[in-house]
């Protein structure tokens, strides 16, 4: 006895062990949940959808050489037009202000005859597929200054992250597939340059010309099948990058459906209520109908119906205090199981009394009102 007292019981290497608690797991921080339609929209007002640069690229390099193929005889036109007006004047003409003047403006109203047709094309396939990728989005929180891009650890970081090394991946593998085209297409291409030295002037631009938009098309189609495949990957990354955990998605649920505690509170408000408004309707029943213990029905008809009311019903408890109320104010009640159960189940609460149900409401009310009368001839 002495001996416990001086040396009391060690704790045992169990109770030494640290206790985890397992729901916390289960809970976990894995985002493991599909983004919500609200988390998809939160993001979509930050800025933050799939976006491919790979397909902006792709449209705007196919609608700029296919206005140029299309102007391509109005641009050699103008361009030769221009040129033999220089060197016409240029001999002759004296080196002034005015003269120089005179070619700078009308270079630049050939630059916006040539040019402007092209660049005004590029501009609106150009928005025209952003708008396709993420529709109408406004957002200027990609343009608000963040002290953390200052920080040269999370620079790093950026540099050396997963997605920088995708891109990385993705630059290499386009520039090989793009160079092993070009090579296909410049090898059987490459051997008949030189004869080009042999034919006129308009001959070997139309020919050179057409050699270079027939490549350059090649390397748009590849472009473009690679731009698809970036797009879906940025769908599936943008996904991945809202990804939510289970307890994210219920204090999302929280915030806007309300907490759930807080709502089965308001509903039994609401039914304590409602019951309330019921109760205070059977005063002015003419009849309570039934089960005779399970179930009550109170029915009130008055002149001008259409037919016959229920005021209020209930089952079980509320059924008793129906009847208790319908005792306290000399209410007549009646027992007629089939159609106290057939008035429960077909009938709402303020609701008329279906007409495949006439003839039996129609006895007990005869009934009611032939016991008041005895009462008052009495």
Not at 110 to 135: C, D, E, H, N, R
Not at 165 to 179: A, M, Y
Not at 241 to 261: F, H, I, N, S, W
Not at 342 to 363: H, M, N, Q, R, W
């Amino acid at each position: 006895m002495d001996s416990e007292k001086k040396f009391p019981l060690l704790p045992t290497p169990y109770s030494l062990s640290p206790k985890f608690d397992l729901q916390l797991f289960a809970e976990g921080g894995d985002k493991t949940e599909e983004p919500t339609d609200k988390k998809r929209r939160d993001a979509r007002n930050k800025g933050q959808v799939a976006r491919s640069q790979e397909l902006n690229a792709a449209f705007v390099l196919l609608a700029g050489f296919f206005f140029l193929k299309i102007l391509w005889e109005y641009i050699y036109e103008n361009i030769a037009e221009y040129s033999a007006y220089i060197f016409a004047n240029l001999a002759t003409a004296s080196v002034t202000t005015e003269a120089v003047m005179e070619i700078f403006f009308g270079i630049i109203i050939l630059l916006v005859k040539t040019a402007f047709p092209i660049m005004l094309g590029i501009m609106v396939f150009g928005l025209g597929i952003s708008f396709y990728q993420v529709g109408f989005v406004i957002s200027t929180e990609k343009l608000e200054p963040k002290l953390d891009n200052l920080n040269p650890i999370n620079g790093f970081g950026r540099i050396f992250s997963k997605r920088s090394l995708v891109e990385l991946f993705k630059s290499l593998f386009k520039i090989i597939i793009i160079g092993f085209f070009l090579y296909l297409y410049l090898k059987d291409e490459i051997p008949f340059m030189p004869y080009f030295i042999y034919y006129d002037l308009p001959y070997s631009l139309a020919e050179v010309a057409d050699k270079i938009f027939t490549m350059a098309f090649q390397v748009i189609g590849v472009i473009m099948v690679l731009a698809a495949a970036d797009y879906a990957y940025q769908i599936w990354q943008t996904t991945q990058d809202l990804m939510m955990t289970k307890q994210e998605v219920k204090d999302e649920y929280k915030q806007t459906e309300g907490d759930p505690q807080i709502k089965g509170k308001i509903k039994q408000k609401q039914r304590q209520m409602a019951m309330s408004r019921m109760m205070q309707e059977v005063p002015k029943a003419d009849v309570i109908v039934t089960n005779p213990t399970h179930f009550a029905v109170a029915l009130l008809y008055e002149k001008g119906m259409s037919a016959p009311k229920v005021l209020a019903k209930g089952q079980d408890l509320v059924a008793q205090r129906i009847k208790n109320i319908a005792r306290e104010n000399n209410i007549a009640i009646v027992e007629n199981k089939p159609l106290a159960r057939a008035l429960f189940d077909t009938v709402e609460i303020g609701g008329f009394v279906p007409e495949s149900l006439y003839k039996a409401v129609a006895e007990v009310l005869a009934y009611v009102y032939k016991l008041k009368h005895k009462k008052f001839a009495k």
